[in-house]
């Protein structure tokens, strides 16, 4: 089998506190010491530390990780725009790398020009924008505006355009950074439509997404990226699962949230923890489906706040979004928070999901959120099964995330009569 | 590592590019202004009439037996090039680090539009040089045959300053607010307001030092028929341009690694 992508104990150290240096600054320093080493005293940090891995030809491969794992270094050194420090790396065939779309549009220039600009700048010739011109409007569904400036569109056109003119690159290997991560549901299917087109294209494609779900769906394989080194390297599923696990920390009672590099905002007010608790604010051991429960979220303030709004947002574990909530959606205003910990309550009457591990991504921010105070502090929630159905069947993760209570009957003259008695349902699995 | 063949390769590849980014220039420049490109015009003739009055009525700074219009407009115009070449290749990586922290082609391609686009500028201004020409009937002379390779001279010159500048800049942020202040100088040291010929014998090795001397007075004496090209001023300007062309882009692959790193 044939390798489109070969990498070889690939390292990158990058320098850490000031990047940018002034002249004089280098004009001292080597006044001082003409012909010592200098900047002796500079930091470094691991970005990458010897990674090694193999990707064959037509191989979807996805790379997860957390934030400053390294996903981005490495795509980065795949798209030639970084240097690794050692190591080595070989591609072959013709590489298009997609860290961002629509790369080098111009405010001022009509959305048919930034086609060919960025068409031009993502390597395609004029005679291929050419050609595909039409499907690529087409595509965008910016037909009418096409002679508009792009300063005039929404950023939804502007990413539907980038879009565009990205899914009609023909590489033999594609490098593909969290393109998913924006826009509308419509338009990331539309995305992952067009991966998948270029995945049964036999294309070599390498993909970094927070998108659990859409990794899984897209990739065979997984390379799971921790601090700078590969984790685990298999199957996507697998390689998914484990990712997720280790998000974990303990779910028993109480969970203290972890510092990711994920985590945002400005820290006037901080979640320290999470506490689950029985309605009658005695400690729990486990949540399991349909349990009654109060989720008590600690946080730590250093100033007054005014008008704080507590929200948060449930996950999967394969991050689909399950819903969001917030304090003043449900007629909760909080007029202040003064400096000091504090701590403020969701009672849950009856916590409708199936036995999984989900994560809830925790939020302070103002009232507009133009302000966040603390943000995707995560923390995770492992539901374990109960009896809910009340039949001795205990549904599991392959029956979905939620339930809805419910009752189901039959015609009188179908029921088989209160002396059958239950025996069915336990032979299902 | 400098110019290897490899490289020239790909740069060939990117020609498009190099077009591209050019046309986005000249597009937007000329977009973003209400007058357009009449700024191509007015910048280089509002310069030429102040040079007249002042240097010429007011200071009598001789100018060489030739009209004083035309003898400063002929400077002036690749003067400008050189100086908004210099200035915008210079910024050239810095102003558009999203594209160098996010896609790969050769990073030379920056400057080298920048160089390309400025071109058009330098076009209007030859053509309404030509105007003046014709005004002041003046006939071309045959040395216009020499004009297009002063051009690519001027260019290549540009680029090295320029390309060595861009370089400079993504690694030292002070280097931006020095590029004015020398371009203010270099007009002085460069014989745009005066005659390199009033320059004393003594101090014109000064004056062939400044690689911008040979082309720029080659500019004005190709164009007007009876004054002689001082070639030995030429040569000097063409030797020197190649060593810095060769430096430049030299030190800007050199540099050009850490590029996205530290812009």
Known sequence: MTHSIEIQGLS???????????????????AKRPFGRRNKEAEWIWALRDVSFEVAEGEVVGIIGRNGAGKSTLLKILSKITYPTEGNIKVRGRVSSLL??????????????????????????????????????????????????????????????????????????????????????GFQKKCLDAMEGLRSGGRTVLFVSHNLAAVENLCSRGIWLDGGKVRKDGGAKEVILAYM????????????????????????????????????????????????????????????????????????????????????????DVPRVEPGAGYIEVEIESLNLLPAQYYFSLWITDSVESLVYDGDARTLLEVEPANIYASGWTPTSRQGIAYFPQRWSVPIALSPGPSSGPGLPAARR | ??????????????????????????????????????WAVIQPFFTMVVFTLLFGQLAKIPTDGIPGPIFYFSALVP?????????????????????????????????AAVALSNLVDFFIGSALFIGFMAYYEIPLGWSLLLWPSLVILLVLLSLSFGVFL??????????????????????????????????????????????????????????????????????????????????????????????????
């Not at chain 1, 600009?117 to 395609?124: A, D, E, F, R, T």
């Not at chain 1, 506490?275 to 007054?304: Q, W």
């Not at chain 2, 060939?12 to 077009?19: D, K, Q, T």
């Not at chain 2, 062939?208 to 001023?233: H, M, Q, T």
Request: hydrophobic share 45%; net charge positive; proline share 4%.
């Open chain 1, 12 to 30: 990158k150290r990058y320098r850490i506190g000031r990047l940018q240096r002034t002249f004089r600054e280098d004009i001292i320093e080597f």
């Open chain 1, 100 to 185: 961002e779309v629509g790369t080098g549009f111009h405010e001022e220039l009509t959305g048919r020009e930034n086609i060919y600009l960025n068409g031009s700048i993502l390597g395609m010739k004029k005679r291929q924008v050419d050609k595909c011109f039409d499907a690529i409007v087409a595509f965008s569904g910016v037909e009418q505006f096409i002679d508009t400036q792009i300063k005039r569109y929404s950023s939804g056109m502007r990413l539907r355009l980038g879009f565009a003119v990205a899914a009609h690159l023909e590489p033999d290997v594609l490098i593909v950074d969290e393109v998913l991560a924006v826009g509308d549901a």
């Open chain 1, 245 to 332: 696990a280790s998000f974990a920390g303990s779910t028993t009672g109480e969970s203290t949230l972890e510092d990711s590099e994920s985590r945002k905002g400005n820290g006037e007010i901080r979640y320290t923890r999470v506490e689950y608790l029985n309605p009658d604010r005695t400690p729990r051991a486990l949540t399991r489906s349909g349990d009654s429960l109060v989720i008590r979220f600690h946080y730590h303030a250093k100033n007054t706040v005014p008008f704080p709004v507590f929200w948060f947002r449930l996950f999967t574990n394969m991050g689909t979004l399950i819903t969001e909530s917030a304090c003043d959606t449900h007629g909760v």
């Open chain 2, 1 to 38: 590592m400098g110019l290897n063949a490899r490289w020239i390769l790909e740069l060939w590849g990117y020609r498009e590019l190099v077009f591209f980014l050019a046309w986005r220039d000249v597009k937007v420049r000329y977009k973003q202004t209400v007058l357009g490109v009449l």
């Open chain 2, 79 to 111: 003067w400008i090039y050189f100086s908004s070449t210099l200035t915008n290749a210079g910024m050239s990586l810095v102003s558009n680090s999203n594209l160098l922290t996010k896609i790969y082609f050769p990073r030379i391609i920056l400057p």
């Open chain 2, 166 to 263: 861009a370089a400079l800049n993504v690694k030292y942020r002070d280097f931006r607010y020095a590029i004015p202040f020398a371009i203010q100088l270099l007009l002085f040291a460069t014989p745009i307001i005066y005659p390199a010929s009033m320059v004393p014998e003594k101090f014109r090795w000064l004056v062939a030092l400044n690689p911008l001397s040979g082309v720029i007075e080659a500019f004005r004496y190709a164009l007007v028929p009876g004054s002689a090209i001082d070639w030995k001023l030429l040569w000097f300007s063409i030797g020197i341009t190649a060593v810095l062309f060769v430096a430049g882009v030299a030190y800007f692959r050199s540099a050009e690694k850490a590029f996205a790193d530290i812009v």
